[in-house]
């Protein structure tokens, strides 16, 4: 039997194990905690459930060796270490994270090795690099031009679960989406490059109606300028990858911010509450600090911002849970507390690409290509759409019918081309339009 380790047993892991339980491969899951691993075999007689820790390198080096196929749950700094040890045993591998450098570093001696290893094949990356690639390819194969691409993913809380002031809840790490929040952005614009700053993050960002949805937001995210050679595309004049959010998301983050909530510098927390901590902040007395905070960032006390801080318990009078740390363990903590997704709500994943294209003919057109999912009985909308390409990535590769060599991302058609077709039986699938007329384009 085929035998497929599993590194991680988080958030986005149980659509993985179910996959390849289902389709009769041996299945060990490692984990720091053993009874998550358990749950997720629920006692399948082909899988097996191991406590472990990724310092235990020795343990790690013997389970590649004795398993076909290792997929990555890992934090993305562990990768490069699990991808040496596949390599050292001609073992292909697969996660669902950003390459970083050092994983880049590890292609001439994959390709040497003759394995795979396939990064960035889960929804954002992934699902939005495969998406897009289907139709730069076609445009591009009928001698188009890709002028402007958007491309824009989001995940957040089903419509009716949009009940608290920042019409957001978590249904993935917590941390990583604050976290997300604190870097800047860079993207070309009608041929100009724009660099936007952590601090101008959430300002101004797209206002965009998504169907069937409503009215969103969409803020930059991160470099969209590294995907103009990822995706072959050196004439476009616009390139913008941003999140979508719903409304009061962008100016709440923006006044955190501002205030320096969401800071990583080490604080002294003992004995202070949290209106103390925001008064400190800025510089003022406690007293009557919500009022301060509405007058120091031009706001009304009624606005979104100020009303969601207060509902968050920044202004409270209650003491930080924390006797040392940051203001973004302090803030993202109050959100851990107040704004997970309840058990059993659904939770939702929207993604859109948005091209203009010039045709072969020099005619210029609109082509928009939507994904709107929402969770199931079994699984939400993130795990499915994250974990699923992985797993269908390592079916795909353990039946021969992905045979690249070397460190990948899913833009080659002979990956994203069968992963695409094994996700459209699932229902993940895109809604294309195409020949849409030029007043279409977004921003």
């Known amino acids: 039997m085929i035998k497929v380790l599993l590194l991680g047993a988080g958030m986005v892991a149980k659509p993985i194990a179910n996959y390849l339980l289902q389709n009769n491969i041996a299945l060990t899951i490692c984990s720091r905690t053993l009874s998550k691993a358990e749950k997720l075999i629920n006692g399948h007689p082909n899988g097996k459930a191991f406590a472990w820790t990724i310092d235990d390198v020795d343990t790690l080096d013997k389970m590649i060796e004795s398993h076909d196929l290792t997929v990555s749950l890992l934090p993305f700094a562990h990768h ?7 390599i050292k045993h001609k073992k292909n591998m697969v996660t669902t994270s950003y390459v970083s450098d050092a994983m880049k570093e590890l292609d001439a001696e994959a390709k040497e090795a003759g394995i795979i290893i396939l990064n960035e094949i889960g929804l954002d990356p992934g699902f939005d690099h495969m998406t897009a690639m289907h139709i730069i390819d076609k445009v591009q194969n009928q001698g188009g031009k890709i002028k ?4 824009l993913c989001g995940a957040l ?9 920042l019409k957001y809840k978590f249904s993935w790490s917590p941390k990583g989406v604050v976290m997300a929040g604190n870097n800047g952005a860079k993207f070309k614009k009608d041929g100009q490059i724009v660099e936007i700053s952590s601090k101008n993050l959430f300002k101004n960002p797209l206002q965009i109606s998504f169907p069937e949805v409503g009215p969103m937001e969409v803020y930059p995210n991160r470099d969209s300028l590294a995907y103009i050679d990822l995706y072959n595309l050196p004439n476009v004049e616009t390139m913008y990858r941003g999140t ?19 800071n990583y510098e080490k604080k002294d927390f003992k004995g202070k509450s949290y209106k103390e901590v925001v008064a400190e902040q800025i510089g003022v007395y406690p007293a009557n600090v919500k009022e301060k905070v509405a007058e120091r960032l031009g706001l009304q006390l009624d606005s979104p911002a100020i ?3 207060d509902w968050l318990g920044l202004f409270s009078k209650f003491k930080v849970n924390l006797e040392e740390g940051s203001t973004f363990d ?16 659904r939770d939702m994943v929207i993604m859109l690409h948005s091209f203009l294209i010039e045709t072969a003919d020099g005619k ?11 969770a199931n009985e079994e699984d939400t909308s993130i795990a499915r759409t994250v974990a699923l390409p992985a797993a269908i990535a390592v079916q795909l590769i353990l039946e021969g019918k992905i045979t690249d060599t070397g460190v990948h991302i899913p833009i080659s058609k002979t990956i994203y081309e069968p992963v695409l077709s094994e996700l459209k039986k699932m229902g993940i699938t895109m ?12 921003g």
């Open 364 to 374: 210029k057109e609109v082509i928009k290509s939507r994904l709107l999912d929402f």
């Open 330 to 345: 302090l803030t993202s903590d109050l959100m851990l507390e107040k704004m997970m997704l309840p058990e059993g709500a």
């Open 157 to 165: 809380a089903a419509p009716e679960e949009t009940d608290n002031p």
């Open 431 to 442: 809604v294309e339009e195409w020949g849409l007329p030029e007043s279409e384009k977004l």
């Open 244 to 262: 979508f959010r719903y409304k009061n998301w962008c100016e709440t983050m923006d006044a955190i911010k501002a205030l320096g909530m969401v």
């Open 148 to 151: 402007e691409f958007y491309s």
């Open 307 to 309: 009303v969601a801080m």
């Open 80 to 86: 490069a270490t699990v991808a040496q040890l596949c």
